[in-house]
């Protein structure tokens, strides 16, 4: 079943906590598809006046800033011993290399890779721990953490919240031509922060044999 038909069959409530459990588990450093479940209940909104996408965003930015303070504090009480153990949990995501391409970026950019992590997938997982395992100091990471969730979140809804509402309403005139035009809006606009998120972190440097 596609996640949005699931997420139909849920109450509004459930939803929002669904959304915050998520984003929240994936922000300390669980790899789970929050943008996926995000974008979804964003659509879903737009087409169902039950869900409240203020209430959706707000719940979206709480896990997301919650998920990072935890993972902040486990990462800075667990140390490298715990991105360890992450990488052999979860080779796929934690890998050495991914680790280290995560460790430049922070030594690099501090605060920015924790704000621009939110729009990547991988520093997305990594940022709250990594940054407690580099003991970036809290106050730095907490504005960050803060400003990127609200950024990331709040405009995540917010977009494709209203490229729905646009979509349904272009579709009722000019069948799927609307619906295409507005989907291929949204996507550009997701692509363009995605693109300067990435654009503000180092490329990988790949040792000398």
């Given at each position: 079943m596609h996640v949005q038909e699931w997420l139909e069959t849920v109450p509004a409530v459930a939803v929002y906590a669904l959304v915050g459990l998520v984003?929240?588990?994936?922000?300390?450093?669980?790899p789970l598809p929050g943008e996926i479940i995000l974008v979804s209940s964003a659509l879903l909104a737009s087409q169902h006046g039950d869900i409240d996408p203020v209430v959706l965003g707000?719940?979206?930015t709480a896990g997301a800033i919650i998920g990072d303070s935890i993972g902040y504090a486990i990462g800075r009480k667990g140390?490298?011993?715990?991105?360890a153990w992450l990488g052999a949990k979860f080779p796929r995501h934690f890998s050495e290399g991914h680790i280290a391409t995560a460790e430049?970026?922070?030594q690099k950019w501090g605060m920015w890779a924790v704000f621009f992590g939110r729009f990547v997938a991988l520093l997305r997982i990594f940022a709250g721990?990594?940054?407690?395992?580099?003991?970036?100091?809290?106050?730095?990471?907490?504005?960050?953490?803060v400003l990127g969730g609200i950024v990331w979140a709040g405009g995540t809804t917010a977009v494709i919240y209203y490229v729905g509402i646009v979509a349904e309403s272009w579709l009722k005139r000019f069948s799927w031509l609307g619906l295409v035009l507005a989907v291929l809006i949204g996507v550009t606009s997701?692509?363009?922060?995605?693109?300067?998120?990435?654009?503000?972190t180092p490329e990988p440097v790949v040792a000398a044999e």
């Open positions: 984003i929240g588990l994936e922000s300390l450093g669980i707000a719940s979206a140390g490298r011993p715990l991105l430049r970026s922070f721990p990594l940054a407690g395992v580099l003991r970036m100091p809290y106050w730095k990471f907490l504005i960050a953490n997701m692509l363009v922060l995605r693109r300067k998120a990435k654009k503000a």
